[in-house]
C-alpha cells in the first residue's frame, strides 16, 4: 500500500507536468498568433498539431508497457517532450518569416504530441497491474487528475507568466519543471522500486510460473467484441469536446469579454473539476464495493460525462453574461472528470492483462478529435464567426457517443 502511494504521487505529478507543457500553447496562442501575424485557421493548425503526433504512439506505448514495464518507457519519453516544451520558443525564433515560424512550431507540437502519447498507456498498464478491481477506479482517477492540476497550473501560473514576462518564459518554466519531475521519478522511485524487485525475487528463489513471457493480446476476439467498439466511440466522442474546449476556451473569453482576466477563466473550470473527478473515482469504487455491477458503474459515470457536457455546451449558447457563461463552461469541463472512472478506466475491465495495449487503441482513436475536431473548430469560427455554431455540434457528438456505450458497453472482462 505504500509502494502504490507513492506511484500515484509520482505519476500524479508526472501526469500534471504532461498537462502543463501540453496547455501551454492554447494559454498563449492568441499573445503568439498576434506576434506571428497567424489568422484562426493558421491558430488552429498550430493547436491541432500536437494531437497529429499524439495519434501515433498511443498503441506502441501500450503494446510497450505491457511487454517492458511503464517504469522503463515513462521516464524515456518524458525527458524527450520536456526538452521540446523548453526549445519550443527558440525554435520559433530561428525562423526567417512567419511561414517558417509556423511549419517549425506545428513540428515541434507534433513531436511533442509523439512522445507524450506513451504516457497514459504506459500509466494505465502500471496502475492494471498493481491494483485490485476495486481499487482501480480512485486508484486511476487520483493519478488522472493530475491533468486537470497541471492545466489549473498553467492557467493560474502561466497566466502570470504570460502578463508578466511574454509567451517565451511559461515554456521555459514548465518545459525545465517536467525534466526535474523526471530526474525524481528515475533516481527516487523507479531505481529504488528495481532494486526491491531484485532482493524480493533473490529472497523467493527462482519460480517459473514469475517468468512465463507476456501473453499475446487476441487481437481478432477482441474487434469482433461490440464492447471494445463502444469504447472506442464513446472516448472519442468524450475527447473531441474535452479538447476543443481545452484548445479553444483561453480564445473563446478574449474575444467575447475582452476585458476578463485571463487567470479567472483559466483557472476556474480546472478547479471544480478536481472535485468531481475525484468524488467520481470514490463514488464508482463505493458502488462496485456495495454490489452493484461494473457495468452499471461504469455507464452511470459515462452518462454524467456525456450529457451532462452536452448540456451544458448547449447552454452557453443562450449566455450574453460572463458569469453566465463561466459557470456553464465550468460545469460542462467537470462533467468531463467523470469520464475518468467511466470509459477511460474500463480497458482494465475488459482487458486486465492487456489494459495498455488496448488503451492505446482507445487513445489512439480519442487523439483523433484532437487535430480534425480543433482544427475544425477553427476553421467554423474563421468561416461563421459563431462560438454557438461549434459549441452545438460539439454537444450533438456527445450525444452519439452516450447513445453507443450505453447500449453496446461492458464492465465484465471479455478478453
Not at 487476441?218 to 474535452?242: D, M, Q, R, Y
Amino acid at each position: 500500500r505504500q509502494e502504490k502511494r507513492k506511484w500515484a504521487v509520482g505519476l500524479f505529478l508526472g501526469t500534471a507536468m504532461l498537462y502543463s507543457s501540453r496547455t501551454i500553447m492554447p494559454l498563449s496562442i492568441v499573445t503568439v498568433s498576434e506576434e506571428m501575424g497567424w489568422d484562426k485557421t493558421e491558430a488552429g493548425t498550430v493547436l491541432s498539431a500536437f494531437f497529429w503526433g499524439y495519434t501515433m504512439t498511443q498503441f506502441l506505448g501500450g503494446y510497450l508497457s505491457d511487454r517492458v514495464g511503464g517504469d522503463v518507457v515513462i521516464p524515456i519519453a518524458a525527458c524527450l517532450w520536456g526538452l521540446i516544451t523548453f526549445w519550443t520558443p527558440q525554435l520559433a525564433y530561428a525562423a526567417s518569416d512567419k511561414h517558417n515560424a509556423l511549419y517549425i512550431v506545428v513540428l515541434t507540437r507534433a513531436l511533442q504530441g509523439i512522445f507524450q502519447g506513451f504516457h497514459f498507456p504506459s500509466m494505465t498498464s502500471l496502475v492494471s497491474k498493481k491494483t485490485t478491481q476495486t481499487e482501480r477506479s480512485s486508484t486511476f482517477v487520483a493519478i488522472a487528475t493530475g491533468s486537470t492540476f497541471g492545466t489549473l497550473l498553467t492557467g493560474s501560473l502561466g497566466s502570470f507568466l504570460l502578463d508578466r514576462y511574454g509567451w517565451n518564459m511559461p515554456f521555459y518554466f514548465i518545459g525545465g519543471c517536467s525534466i526535474l519531475w523526471m530526474l525524481g521519478l528515475r533516481y527516487f522511485l523507479i531505481k529504488k522500486h528495481r532494486l526491491n524487485n531484485i532482493n524480493v525475487r533473490l529472497d523467493e528463489g527462482p519460480n517459473p510460473n514469475k517468468i512465463r513471457g507476456q501473453p499475446a493480446v487476441p487481437w481478432v476476439t477482441l474487434f469482433t467484441k461490440p464492447a471494445f467498439w463502444s469504447l472506442i466511440v464513446g472516448h472519442f466522442c468524450e475527447n473531441n469536446a474535452f479538447y476543443i474546449l481545452l484548445s479553444w476556451l483561453p480564445t473563446y473569453f478574449h474575444e467575447n469579454f475582452p476585458h476578463a482576466k485571463g487567470w479567472v477563466f483559466n483557472v476556474v473550470p480546472w478547479v471544480v473539476t478536481i472535485p468531481s473527478s475525484l468524488c467520481s473515482g470514490w463514488i464508482a469504487d463505493h458502488m462496485i464495493t456495495k454490489g452493484y455491477s461494473v457495468t452499471f458503474v461504469r455507464k452511470l459515470m459515462e452518462s454524467v460525462a456525456l450529457l451532462g457536457t452536452s448540456c451544458f455546451l448547449v447552454l452557453i449558447s443562450y449566455t450574453t453574461t460572463y458569469a453566465g457563461s463561466l459557470t456553464c463552461m465550468a460545469i460542462a469541463i467537470s462533467c468531463c472528470g467523470f469520464h475518468n472512472s467511466g470509459i477511460l478506466v474500463n480497458p482494465q475491465d475488459i482487458a486486465p492483462k492487456h489494459a495498455g495495449s488496448v488503451f492505446g487503441i482507445m487513445n489512439m482513436a480519442g487523439a483523433i478529435p484532437g487535430f480534425v475536431g480543433v482544427y475544425i473548430a477553427g476553421h467554423i469560427l474563421e468561416a461563421t464567426k459563431s462560438w454557438s455554431a461549434v459549441f452545438n455540434q460539439t454537444a450533438g457528438v456527445c450525444m452519439v457517443g452516450w447513445v453507443v456505450f450505453i447500449f453496446f458497453g461492458t464492465g465484465k472482462q471479455i478478453i
